[in-house]
């Protein structure tokens, strides 16, 4: 048995879920609804205010798949109640970042402003007087991106962070918040 697999999904007050055709899951919560079609060799059913999931047999297929809608629906009970969020950090002189409307305008280096457009379900907010591990600068400007769908919240700040990598000399760049990056030594003159 998968030891995240078996664990049931506790339903807080306020929340409802509903399972329909093709194991399409639909949660309903304070910050909004979420809906998913998952694997059909799962086996999903609620009892009481917990949803259970099991697997029709042993195959290697379906161990994977048993912990893995677990998770995913765990994911969204979380995401409706609590909600997601990321927070991007942009290092660099000159480099800003804000937003305008429903998208995101980066200041990283380049001879023109980047626009990214964000996506539907998801708020960005410009921060400033953020810092970052490994960098003395303790007056940052970012963004805070947040929604109730954990895969997209992850995506689009991955989207965000590939415009303008961190460089691993000047740690220049997009990091997150939390990111750690062992600084290198750049080269020193000969004797």
């Known amino acids: 048995m998968s030891r995240i697999g078996r664990l049931p999904i506790e339903?807080?007050?306020?929340?409802?879920?509903?399972?329909?055709?093709?194991?399409?899951?639909?949660?309903?919560?304070?910050?909004?609804t979420i809906s998913r079609t998952l694997h059909p060799a799962a086996i999903l059913s609620i009892e009481g205010n917990h949803v259970h999931v099991a697997?029709?047999?042993d195959t290697k297929e379906n161990k994977a798949i048993h912990g893995l809608t677990r998770v995913l629906i765990n994911n969204m009970v979380v995401g409706?109640?609590?909600g997601y969020s990321k927070t991007l950090v942009v290092h660099g002189v000159g480099y800003r970042a804000s937003v305008e409307g429903n998208k995101a305008v980066l200041n990283v280096g380049f001879s023109h402003p980047v626009t990214v457009e964000i996506?539907?379900?998801l708020k960005a907010k410009a921060e400033t007087g953020l810092s970052v591990h490994g960098?003395?600068?303790?007056d940052l400007t970012g963004l805070t991106i947040s929604g109730i769908d954990k895969e997209l919240?992850?995506?689009?700040?991955?989207n965000i962070r590939d415009i303008k990598r961190p460089d691993p000399y000047h740690l220049?760049?997009?990091?997150y918040k939390d990111e750690v990056i062992v600084k290198k030594v750049g080269k020193t003159a000969g004797k």
């Open 11 to 32: 339903i807080p007050a306020g929340v409802t879920v509903t399972l329909g055709d093709n194991n399409t899951v639909t949660v309903k919560g304070p910050l909004g």
């Open 55 to 57: 697997r029709p047999d």
């Open 80 to 82: 409706v109640t609590k």
């Open 119 to 121: 996506p539907e379900g």
């Open 135 to 138: 960098v003395d600068k303790k």
């Open 153 to 158: 919240v992850g995506q689009f700040a991955a």
């Open 172 to 175: 220049y760049g997009i990091l």
